[in-house]
């Protein structure tokens, strides 16, 4: 038997110009190993969005001259084409995670058939999905496949961010943003686990969310004192790490800074080479694009910046920690790990000019679902 849907994909071709298509696909029988899915919901991430739009210009977006399968056109600036040099004439499938109905299991995955499970791997955006059976989890009795969708890279960067921080000797964290569903989930983690979060936010809006469900330390980065309380909040709590999303500007400097002052608080601290309690900056995503700033003269010299991504954590934190992880994310998936969408879109719906600007946004609160059974 085979199975036959669209798969959304996104193709950049040596002229600068992206194409997203809707193509019709056909998956054949399960291997041993596999299992086909039918897809019932799969979220909007970040990662999604660079892969689903590169460094695209979004301001002129049209279908391409003479086609006939659902797509839209965009162009990718030339001086922006370097960075998507190795993916140019390649169509690439897009959707890293979801959450969907085994329809047909292999002979190793037969216990899988007819049960809805969540699933990580990539060409998610689909109506039928077939992947390997070790990268799915069967979802708890009465989860939902929204429940489910979300279950592998925002409640496994949370996770990763606690297990980093405790591998290197940090008592506290710092985040931002911290009111993303992935922020919520690191808060939950913290307060169960028993460490100290200092959370970073942009509104008083999403400092309310953040107190609602228990957090202590919650700082709003346009305030005029910030710079003051956050130094306060790290040294209450002794943050020497932080997770950074955002990237660009001088907010990952600002931290080190903060963690600095704080370390000097302590009597006979001071040196002319900074204090020497290490200072770590994670940086994990680009919701600023422009260059990351960062004020040495201030820092001393007992800190680091580095790059903090899913994909790289999980290889070396090896199979028996990862599995552990897992099985925590299945077992409080409606609680710690529950994910809350905004709004939710059919899958023809994500080639629509005014969906994917907003996608484009990656706006703090607003997190789309694509339901593919909705069109």
Not at 31 to 50: F, K, L, Q, W, Y
Not at 77 to 82: E, K, S, V
Not at 201 to 214: D, F, N, P
Not at 312 to 340: C, I, M, N, W
Request: proline content about 5%; charged content about 20%; glycine content about 10%.
């Amino acid at each position: 038997m085979a199975w036959v849907g669209r798969e959304l994909r996104s193709t950049i071709d040596k002229n600068g110009t992206l194409v997203l298509s809707l193509d019709q696909v056909e998956l054949t029988e399960p291997g041993d190993d596999e299992v086909v899915v039918c897809v019932e919901a799969t979220p909007v991430n970040p990662s999604d969005i660079g892969l689903l739009l590169g460094p695209a210009d979004l301001s002129h977006i049209e279908p391409p001259e003479g086609s006939q399968a659902p797509c839209l056109k965009l162009t990718v600036p030339p001086a922006r084409l370097g960075a998507v040099a190795g993916r140019i004439g390649q169509s690439l499938p897009v959707g890293n995670e979801g959450a969907g109905t085994v329809v047909a299991a292999g002979r190793n995955a037969a216990a899988l058939q007819g049960k809805r499970v969540g699933m990580y791997g990539g060409a998610m955006y689909a109506d039928y999905r077939k992947i390997n059976m070790r990268e799915v989890i069967p979802l708890p009795d009465g989860a939902s496949a929204a429940d489910g969708a979300s279950m592998f890279i925002n409640p496994l960067t949370a996770l990763g961010f606690v297990e980093t921080a405790r591998r290197e000797g940090h008592k506290a964290i710092v985040h931002t943003p911290a009111a993303s569903n992935l922020g919520q989930m690191l808060q939950r983690i913290c307060l169960a686990d028993g460490i100290p979060l200092v959370n970073i936010v942009r509104s008083e809006e999403q400092a309310a969310l953040l107190r609602s469900i228990g957090a202590t330390h919650v700082l709003n980065s346009k305030d005029e004192d910030f710079a003051t309380r956050l130094t306060d909040a790290v040294a209450e709590t002794g943050a020497t790490i932080a997770f950074d999303a955002i990237g660009g500007g001088k907010l990952g400097s600002d931290i080190l800074q903060a963690m600095e002052r704080a370390a000097a608080r302590t009597p006979g601290a001071y040196s002319r080479y900074g204090t020497t309690v290490f200072k770590q900056l994670y940086i994990y995503g680009s919701l600023d694009t422009a260059p990351t700033m960062l004020d040495r003269a201030a820092l001393g010299y007992a800190w680091s910046v580095s790059a903090w991504l899913l994909f790289h954590y999980l290889p070396k934190a090896g199979p028996d920690v990862v599995q552990r992880l897992r099985q925590r994310v299945a077992d409080e998936l409606t609680t710690t790990f529950a994910s809350h969408y905004t709004r939710t879109i059919g899958l023809a719906e994500v080639l629509q000019a005014d969906v994917l600007r907003a996608f484009d946004r990656k706006a703090t609160g607003e997190k789309f679902l694509i339901d593919p059974s909705l069109g």
